[in-house]
């Protein structure tokens, strides 16, 4: 594609627009952009980041109060989307990140434990394939950092056929399981084999942002031709609340006006970006939740929310690094960079007994009970407990959750838009002609799959290793580069029995327990407000048919007992 933007035009637009409220910071490192040219003739390399329990509007560049300077860097130089969504959970995501599919086609459909039917083995299916190994088909050296989590299958000594080196990637560094210490992670492993975590001042998210920069300097001394695709998956900002004291401290004061406020306050920045719609009402403060004058532990809460932030901006400075080091080699103009959330905030409060015992006792070996020094653990949302130290375990709630998805509905696990939604920046100045720019195409985690596979060039097979791969789900986003519409259907949700599909401006959403639907005009009310299915039962009833024919299509029916 051509770029005929003039500069001055472009830099106009930019201080003018939504963009300018990004700063001088980023105007100026834009000044300094090389204007694109055309479609490139090499392939992109490409890094997929990431982030873990972030909620839509946590990021500067959203309309959140964290700093994330690299990340809005990012999106000050590409491309922001709007209507981008996840599939309501961390090992559904991924499996459908990873695969193109729908997440119970590739054999993930819950949780990482085997249900008994195909769409809910907990473990990756052979009728997938993932990004990487469909990259390696046209060339591509393939990393993986951080979270892996689509296997039931996480002992050293047991099997590894759905590790990262066994689907596609030629290095690896992280955890296998879901989640777990920021300082001292259960299932560290490089490759296939288990490392101790280091002594000292060892930090997960920092072992992330430097292992992805170890990976991409040792593939361009060795392969300075070869393209290469880094899948980056942090464990920010997902519980437990764990963070540096030095990076907590900068955060403290900025959230004393409360969720009530700070909701508000971001609901109108939201609307000044233009990434909301002025019809779409801020939905009401969660009912569990008090109004911030009459809320107890005050103190306790905001170091909650305090040490999450943290947790986002250590995030952000890791990719900062990733990107330095892109810049370093003189490949960040011919980098593909994606970056989004796997579900929306989370609001799991760990303070039953439930949670405590599948903390410290659960086969998924996310948390020991007992640190390496040997302090025990000190597990639950206790007020008397402030979170940050590594004997802690604490999440950030209910309050703070319905913040990081102002204005939407709901949570993690849900697929009201709180659940599903979530920010994706796009970055390719080589590639994509937008600066800065938003992005309204209503998309889908299936479809990065089919971005990276035209980009790079890939064919993708309709077998492998003797077994049926089932066709890409999604579209490529290409075409949405270039501001032009993406000419789909519907999209599909289903989560522990939480459904929804959306077409044609529509969504029809129904929870778990609740055999009825409700019925949204996503252009009017994409904040799912206004339920419209009493006024039109005939549409109520076309979307159940289009949800129940992907359904039975998709592996999600038939439902383990």
Excluded at 274 to 296: C, Y
Aim: net charge neutral; aromatic share 10%.
């Amino acid at each position: 594609m051509s770029i005929n933007i003039d500069r001055r035009e472009f830099l106009r637009r930019a201080s003018t627009g939504a963009m300018g409220i990004l700063g001088s910071t980023a105007m100026a490192w834009l000044a300094g952009c090389r204007r694109g040219s055309q479609k490139p003739a090499e392939p992109p390399n490409i890094v997929l980041i990431l982030a873990d329990d972030m909620g839509y509007s946590d990021i500067g560049c959203y309309g959140g109060e964290m700093l994330t300077p690299h990340i809005d860097r990012l999106a000050a130089g590409g491309l922001r989307f709007t209507h981008f969504h996840n599939t309501a959970r961390c090992c559904p995501t991924r499996a459908s990140l990873l695969t193109g599919l729908y997440p119970h086609q590739a054999g993930v459909g819950g949780m990482m434990n085997d249900r008994g039917v195909d769409g809910y083995r907990g473990d990756l299916n052979r009728n997938c394939m993932t990004i990487a190994e469909v990259l390696k088909t046209a060339g591509y050296g393939t990393y993986a950092v951080g979270k892996w989590h689509v296997t039931r299958f996480m002992e050293p000594d047991g099997s590894k056929h759905n590790w990262p080196c066994q689907r596609g990637f030629d290095r690896y560094f992280g955890t296998i399981t879901g989640a777990g210490s920021f300082f001292e992670p259960t299932t560290l492993t490089l490759d296939n084999d288990p490392v101790e975590v280091p002594t000292g001042s060892f930090y997960y998210t920092d072992g992330i942002g430097e292992y992805a920069v170890r990976f991409i300097r040792e593939h361009r001394q060795k392969q300075p031709t070869q393209p290469f695709f880094v899948y980056t998956a942090f464990t920010a900002p997902h519980w437990p609340l764990h963070a540096r004291e030095k990076d907590i401290a900068p955060t403290r004061g900025r959230f004393d006006p409360g969720w009530d406020r700070l909701r508000q306050a971001r609901y109108e920045r939201m609307r000044a970006l233009g990434i909301i719609d002025p019809r779409w009402k801020l939905t009401q403060r969660d009912s569990r939740v008090p109004p911030w004058e009459d809320a107890e532990d005050k103190a306790w809460q905001l170091r909650r929310m305090e040490v999450y932030a943290a947790q986002i901006e250590a995030m952000d400075r890791a990719i900062g690094r990733i990107v330095e080091e892109l810049e370093r080699q003189g490949i960040l103009e011919q980098t593909l960079i994606f970056f989004l959330s796997d579900n929306g905030g989370c609001a799991e409060e760990l303070n039953t007994q439930g949670w405590y015992d599948y903390i410290l006792r659960g086969k998924d070996h996310i948390c020991r009970e007992f640190t390496l020094d040997g302090k025990p653990m000190r597990v639950g949302n206790h007020p008397t407990i402030m979170p940050g130290p590594y004997d802690t375990y604490q999440s950030y709630g209910i309050p703070w959750a319905n913040l990081s998805n102002t204005p939407f509905r709901l949570y993690k696990t849900h697929v009201h838009t709180g659940g599903v939604a979530t920010p994706l920046v796009i970055h390719w100045p080589d590639g994509i002609e937008a600066r800065g720019e938003w992005r309204s195409q209503v998309g889908h985690l299936i479809d990065i799959m089919a971005t990276c596979v035209e980009v790079s060039g890939a064919a993708y097979p309709r077998e492998h290793r003797g077994q049926p791969i089932l066709p890409i789900e999604g579209l490529s986003l290409v075409p949405a580069f270039e501001g032009k519409p993406l000419d789909r259907e519907a999209v599909y949700f289903e989560h522990e029995r939480n459904r929804a599909v959306l077409a044609g401006g529509w969504k029809l959403v129904s929870r778990r327990g609740r055999d009825s639907w409700e019925l949204y005009d996503m252009a009017a009310d994409r904040t799912e407000t206004r339920d419209l299915s009493a006024q039109d039962p005939a549409r109520v009833q076309r979307m159940t048919s289009l949800w129940q024919d992907w359904a039975l299509r998709a592996r999600v029916l038939p439902y383990p007992e």
